[in-house]
């Protein structure tokens, strides 16, 4: 498990369209490294997850905090931290 990592899904697509809606909601908690939200390769339209890495492991365990469980549009999301595919 990476702690700058985090897995969120149930994502709504009419607030998270893109990765960088994601980032954006995610960069109150701090310095966003990185933010992917899974999409369909032809339709570009959101799968409803996606993954937001934090530059510090604190930032990260304060969005998941403040995050997990929380509505965002109509759809309370779920954060948890990111684990590997082994």
């Known amino acids: ?5 985090l897995f969120v899904k149930n994502l709504d ?5 893109t990765s ?3 980032q954006k909601l995610f960069e109150a908690f701090g310095a966003v490294a ?3 939200l ?3 390769n ?7 997850f996606g993954f937001v890495a934090f530059k510090d492991p604190m930032d990260a ?9 929380s509505l965002v549009g109509r ?3 779920f954060v948890s931290y990111a684990e590997r595919k082994e």
């Open 42 to 48: 032809e339709s570009k339209i959101s799968k409803g």
């Open 20 to 22: 960088e809606d994601l």
């Open 61 to 69: 365990a304060k969005a998941k905090e403040k995050m997990n469980n």
């Open 13 to 17: 697509d009419t607030i998270v369209g």
């Open 1 to 5: 498990v990476d702690p700058c990592n």
């Open 75 to 77: 759809k309370r999301v």
């Open 38 to 40: 899974a999409t369909f």
């Open 34 to 36: 990185s933010a992917h």
